[in-house]
């Protein structure tokens, strides 16, 4: 019997907990799928899942990952059902009758999305419950990437687990007629992943890449559902936030901005595939907020340096996600983009009328300094700058603003 | 699956419901009416409530004497008129359902328990 090799460097942990993670992913949300088939119950299937998700990280890393690591999960989630279902005999028998392999059917997966997201659960529900029933997080995971406390996550789980049961929310597929309206809640769902995931924060070994989390929920939904152009326009927003990931910091973990970025060290390969998944998209003629927001990150990176920029067409397609989806934030990218075209003093006008709205987000502040800074106003603009500092908790944009306070 | 269907009123509504002519408020209830006729097969019962002011609420506390009080038991701008007990396979059936209702502007709808 060979002994498992210990890690030996932090690195080494740091993916093996990659690896994990992914493996977790990829059979979690069918074990789940096919659990939540077999027994017809939701909150016990979810609850199998995650008994037999929290036995893997702790058998895992010591005994290495079995070669089948479906079997394996579906095993343990079946013996513990088993146990548990001692007093349900219609489903104990159900459970004792299947065998692995099962292949979920691509709807039951497309089901469990849909329930986790469902309308009736209050936002934050939503997510935990997507993570943890489709993704395979374990609530502590969870309470780690959105820095709650695991209380707070499980009460949420289980609340919105008692209500999926008890106010009847179905395990089903929304018909054609609320489906791009459920679909819209989804993808909302994936989007602040996405956004919680892009945060510039210190990679913490243990944790799990939010962004890796959902472009996997992406593609799979992109998957069952190719023709959904909002859905492969999500994809590619993701993917060409991805491809640009590794030139946001410097050696030292600080965060560069696009302006200062090194071009080079955007991934070309990712760029383009992104960028035709997006085109492909575009040509069903149905554009949506996501669409229009991949296409202004694609406008940027087709640009070779920072003053190459097509700040004009940039320009349009704010104007277009703003018709689409009106937001004051929207409205702020749109005054960035407004500066390069008709000057910083326009923009300026532009963000005044975002006052009010905006006065407790940094980077309304942080934006206005640089505008301000560009009008000639330093002390204006060093203010507006420290009221942004007072506005964010995130390091990385702290020592950002810091250095600019002290430097200009 | 049985659920109520509890008809909420605003202040809003009911001033826009005064504000209007007769043939528009016939026209509104005729409206509502075949709301209720359209989903009759689902319709377990129900009733318009009487205005709030007709309302009395009492709170019961133990050991000492029940509180009696006049009007409903939510002090708000927000008064159930009316409640329908439907059947229908799920919540989404039951979503779909209000989503079409001509009438009050809010609708809470709440299982009946199993």
């Known amino acids: 019997m060979s002994l498992p090799s210990r890690p030996s460097a932090e690195t080494d942990t740091a993916s093996s907990h990659a690896e994990l993670a992914r493996v977790v992913r990829d059979y979690a949300g069918r074990l789940a799928a096919v659990l939540v088939r077999v027994t017809g119950d939701f909150d016990t299937a979810e609850d199998l899942v995650q008994d037999a998700v929290l036995m893997a990280l702790q058998r895992w890393p010591i005994d290495g990952i079995p070669t089948r690591p479906d079997a394996w999960l579906f095993t343990v989630a079946r013996n513990r059902g088993l146990d548990v279902l001692r007093r349900q005999d219609n489903y104990r028998a159900k459970l004792a009758r299947v065998q692995w392999p099962v292949q979920p059917e691509a709807d039951d997966r497309l089901r469990l999305i849909f329930t986790c997201c469902h309308p009736a659960l209050p936002r934050p529900a939503q997510i935990a419950l997507t993570l943890r029933v489709v993704c395979g997080f374990t609530t502590a995971q969870i309470a780690r990437a959105f820095v709650v406390p695991e209380t707070t996550v499980a009460q949420r789980i289980t609340r919105a687990k008692r209500k999926i049961t008890d106010a009847g929310i179905p395990y089903r597929i929304p018909d054609p007629d609320e489906l791009s309206t459920r679909l819209t809640q989804v993808l909302a769902v994936i989007y602040l992943l996405l956004n919680e995931g892009y945060l510039p924060t210190a990679r913490q070994t243990e944790s799990r890449d939010l962004l890796d989390d959902a472009e996997w929920l992406t593609e799979q939904l992109h998957q069952l559902m190719p023709t959904e152009p909002e859905i492969a326009g999500l994809l590619a927003l993701i993917r060409l936030h991805r491809a640009r990931a590794d030139a946001r910091f410097d050696a030292h973990g600080g965060l560069v901005l696009l302006e200062h970025q090194d071009r080079s060290r955007w991934n070309r390969r990712l760029i383009e595939d992104a960028t035709r998944l997006l085109e492909r998209a575009a040509q069903q003629h149905r554009p949506g907020p996501y669409q229009v927001q991949a296409a202004i990150v694609a406008c940027h990176t087709q640009a070779r340096h920072w003053d190459d920029t097509d700040w004009e067409q940039i320009l349009l397609l704010y104007d277009m996600l703003l018709h689409l989806a009106p937001s004051p934030i929207t409205r702020l990218h749109r005054a960035i983009a407004l500066r390069y075209v008709a000057g910083a003093q326009a923009a300026l006008v532009e963000l005044d009328a975002l006052a009010c709205e905006l006065d407790l987000y940094h980077l309304y502040h942080a934006t206005r300094a640089e505008f301000l800074r560009a009008l000639g106003h330093p002390h204006q603009a060093r203010a507006a700058d420290q009221r942004a500092l007072e506005l964010t908790s995130n390091p990385a944009e702290q020592a950002l603003l810091q250095q600019r306070i002290n430097w200009t | ?114």
């Open chain 2, 1 to 114: 699956m049985k659920f109520v269907l509890l008809f909420v009123e605003t202040e809003q509504f009911e001033r826009d419901l005064a504000a209007m002519s007769q043939p528009e408020r016939d026209r509104a209830y005729t409206l509502a009416g075949k709301w209720m006729a359209d989903h009759a097969g689902k319709i377990r019962g129900g009733n318009k409530l009487s205005p709030a002011y007709t309302a009395t609420t009492v709170r019961l506390n133990s050991g000492s004497e029940p509180v009696i009080t006049d009007g409903p038991f939510v002090e708000g701008k927000e008064v159930v008129s009316g409640y329908t007990e439907i059947e229908v396979a799920d919540l989404d059936e039951a979503l779909k359902m209000v989503s079409t209702w001509p009438g009050c502007p809010l609708v809470e709808i709440r299982p009946l328990e199993a």
